[in-house]
Nanobody, 123 residues
Framework: EVQLVESGGGLVQAGGSLRLSCAASGFAFDDYAFGWFRQAPGKEREVVASISGVDESTYYPDSVKGRFTISKDNAKNTAHLQMNSLKPGDTAVYYC????????????????RGQGTQVTVSS
């Protein structure tokens, strides 16, 4: 059974940090690209980070570049998203996603995704 289980969300003040984790099982973790996307009420889904399963190259949109860092621990089948300098506009449900193709992660059209974890940033 494929599972992606997110953890690490919560409430933080503006300027603070959170580290999200995504524990994966049921598929060949090493071969997959991973990413995180978020969705806030009334807004479209937005990918915030991706990492290739081939060369671990990363992608960040301008909205989070320099503040968010994605990483992939193949030994622990876990992906992480380190979020620093958080802003109220970062408030959303954050989802972990995985797919053999990194372009699908960036397009938020992945084979697998988790159930999401809430991140709330207070001003």
């Amino acid at each position: 059974e494929v599972q992606l289980v997110e953890s690490g969300g919560g409430l933080v003040q503006a300027g603070g940090s959170l580290r999200l984790s995504c524990a994966a099982s049921g598929f060949a973790f090493d071969d997959y690209a991973f990413g995180w996307f978020r969705q806030a009420p009334g807004k479209e889904r937005e990918v915030v980070a991706s990492i290739s399963g081939v060369d671990e190259s990363t992608y960040y949109p301008d909205s989070v570049k320099g503040r968010f860092t994605i990483s992939k621990d193949n030994a622990k089948n876990t992906a992480h998203l380190q979020m620093n300098s958080l802003k109220p506009g970062d408030t959303a449900v954050y989802y972990c996603a995985a797919d053999p193709e990194v372009w699908r992660v960036i397009a938020v059209s992945t084979r697998y995704r988790g159930q999401g974890t809430q991140v709330t940033v207070s001003s």
